[in-house]
T-cell receptor, first 113, second 112 residues
Framework: GDSVIQMQGQVTLSENDFLFINCTYS??????LFWYVQYSGEGPQLLLQ?????NKGSSRGFEATYDKGTTSFHLQKTSVQEIDSAVYYC????????????FGAGTRLKVIA | EAAVTQSPRNKVAVTGGKVTLSCNQT?????MYWYRQDTGHGLRLIHY???????EKGDIPDGYKASRPSQENFSLILELATPSQTSVYFC???????????FGPGTRLLVL
């Protein structure tokens, strides 16, 4: 069935460190891929999305590339700041069948000043 | 900007009691969703709707019912609440094919 895997439950970095959060997906066809960010006390909000395979999405210094070959959509940022501390969710929307959304388990990022 | 509101924001219920969580959106989006959020599981889809009068089962519908009486409102109903339903519940709305989801602020439910 459809699934999204985020192996890292928590990541702790210092300011200006490089961020890399793994995300892999499993489905048939070409899904739309998303990264959502959830700040403390709020609901998740869209960070970036990519609808076309091999394209890159970017927002607020974050980037993710839709890699159809490895079925991955890893999130990267060159230099994290304390304000980036949040939970990051990788998500997928299948473009066949019931078009259902599937979220990964989330990765909690803590950035230390 | 998209606006999704949820009520109540916090709820304490007793085992066996009935709980209704409400969601309202002013975006005129067709699609609405209910998720629960638990540590280690992320966001799991309970029920969703494609429009007024429609409800569909998500991945974990057991113990929950949903109601979509209008474009704006989508309720989640726990007829017989159990402690295992203690969680944070999020409602979301989405427009169509691109279906970016707009989330409400969440409802924290504690079932004693």
């Amino acid at each position: 069935g459809d699934s999204v895997i985020q192996m890292q439950g928590q990541v702790t970095l210092s300011e200006n460190d490089f961020l890399f959060i793994n995300c892999t997906y499993s489905t048939t066809g070409y899904p739309t891929l998303f990264w959502y960010v959830q700040y403390s006390g709020e609901g998740p909000q869209l960070l970036l999305q990519v609808t076309t395979a091999n394209n890159k999405g970017s927002s607020r210094g974050f980037e993710a590339t839709y890699d159809k070959g490895t079925t991955s959509f890893h999130l990267q940022k060159t230099s994290v700041q304390e304000i980036d501390s949040a939970v990051y969710y990788c998500a997928m929307r299948a473009n066949t069948g019931n078009y259902k959304y599937v979220f990964g388990a989330g990765t909690r990022l803590k950035v230390i000043a | 900007e998209a606006a999704v509101t949820q009520s109540p924001r916090n709820k304490v219920a007793v085992t066996g009691g009935k709980v209704t969580l409400s969601c309202n959106q002013t975006n005129n989006h067709n699609n609405m969703y209910w998720y629960r959020q638990d540590t280690g599981h992320g966001l799991r889809l309970i029920h969703y709707s494609y429009g007024a009068g429609s409800t569909e089962k998500g991945d974990i519908p057991d113990g929950y019912k949903a109601s979509r009486p209008s474009q704006e409102n989508f309720s989640l109903i726990l007829e017989l609440a159990t402690p295992s339903q203690t969680s944070v519940y999020f409602c979301a709305s989405g427009l169509g094919d691109q279906d970016t989801q707009y989330f409400g602020p969440g409802t924290r439910l504690l079932v004693l």
